[in-house]
Each structure stands twice: as C-alpha cells, then as structure tokens.
C-alpha cells in the first residue's frame, strides 16, 4: 500500500470549512484514498473513500487531484464534535490476505469556538 | 447502522493470566479485524478472519490467537498476558462485496492494563 503524508495538526474555527490535505504521490492505480476518524478515546470512524473522481456524503467531500498523487477532505461546517485525528489511508480495497488498513498519524484537527 | 461491540471498555490483568477480548457485529460481516493502537505507532493488525473458522495473520500475531466460532462474533485471546500487551484493543468488521462498500466499522476498543 502507497506511504501517505499529513501535517500533523491544523486548527479550524468552528463554522468554517475544514480543508485536511494528504499527499500520496506513489499511489498506484488501483488503489483507492480513504479517510477515517478518531475522536479521543473511541474506535476510528469511516468518513469517506474514492478513487478518482471526487466524492461528497453527508459528512464530507474528498477532493482528487488529477494525477491522483495528493487529496483534500473537506468539512465544509466545522463543529466543536469534529475534534478528532484525521487518518488518509491508501490502499487496494478488497486485496484477499491484506484487508487490513495501515493507519499512520493522522493530523490532528482542533476546531476552535 | 452497523454495530460493533467490545465486552469491555478497560479491563486490567495481571501478568500471566489469560485474557479473553470479544467483538460482536450485528450486520451479518464477512470479515473481521483486530488491532491494537499505541501511541505513535498507529493501527497494527494482529489477526484477520474472513469467514467463520477462518482466520489470518496481521502484522504482529505473536503472543495472540483468535477465534470465530459463529460469523457475529470474534474473540482475541492472549494466552499469558504481559505488559508489553499493555494497549488499546480495537475490533472492526467489513462487508466482503464491491469496493463501494469495502469500509471498516469498529468498535468503541477496549483499553487493556497488564500488570
């Protein structure tokens, strides 16, 4: 699975949209960008995946850039509840005998009142 | 929505003892995970299963053992704990089908202290 890199933390004043990048500049073609979160003391939760063309759900839109090497989360409403460390994981989704999903630091958003 | 349960929040043990960790998923998953989280190293996968009665290494299966008896629920044992097992524990379940749908759910982890 491709290496990926995040700054480690960001503030976001609440309201505002929150812009998380990540760098994935050796993802190969088949693998997809996924994020997850982990607010303090709970289990991640999934947010987002995609593979190339941008993605948007309830809770956030994945932005690709074209040559796939970086993405950008958005939350476009930030809340107090989205604290959390952030985690862009790129992977082969559904590889048999690797399913597993490499999380690294993550950057740590703070959103601020 | 997907429910993934841990039998406990924090449990403390001493070392040597045997120490049971159970996960339950009420969404009829495929494939199940357990990891451990510590500080500045991440997500490490430990054991993975697939299907019931099947089971696979992680990264970092020594000094653990699992077991998936029924599809819904899947066990991490450690058979003599020590503290370097000291850690947060996490479960997770995914549904095997297309990549729409290859997302994790995990639970609310368990914090172990072997002492």
């Known amino acids: 699975d491709a290496k990926t890199t995040q700054p480690p933390s960001m503030d976001c004043a609440e309201g505002r949209a929150a812009n998380l990048p990540c760098n994935h500049s050796?993802?190969?073609?088949?693998?997809?960008v996924y994020w997850y979160r982990q607010i303090h003391s709970q289990g991640p939760q999934y947010i987002i995946h995609g593979l190339k063309n941008n993605e948007t759900n309830e809770m956030a839109s994945l932005i690709i850039t074209e040559d796939r090497k970086s993405s950008t989360l958005i939350l476009p409403h930030a809340t107090l509840r989205d604290t959390a460390v952030y985690y862009c994981i790129v992977r082969v989704a559904y590889q048999t005998g690797a399913n597993n999903l490499f999380f690294g630091t993550g950057t740590r958003l703070t959103v601020i009142p | 929505d997907v429910k993934v349960t841990q039998s406990s929040r924090y449990l403390v043990k001493r070392t040597g003892e045997k120490v049971f960790l159970e996960c339950v998923q009420d969404m009829d998953h495929e494939n199940m995970f357990w990891y451990r989280q510590d500080p500045g190293l991440g997500l490490r996968l430990i054991y993975f299963s697939y299907d019931v009665k099947m089971k696979e290494k992680g990264d970092i299966p020594e000094g653990y053992s699992v077991s998936r008896e029924k599809k819904e629920r899947f066990s991490l044992i450690l058979e003599s704990a020590s503290t370097n097992q000291t850690s947060m524990y996490l479960c997770?379940?995914?549904?095997?089908?297309?990549?729409?749908?290859?997302?994790?759910?995990f639970g609310p982890g368990t914090r172990l202290t072997v002492l």
């Open positions: 050796t993802i190969s073609g088949n693998e997809y």
């Open positions: 997770a379940s995914s549904l095997w089908g297309t990549a729409r749908t290859d997302t994790q759910y």
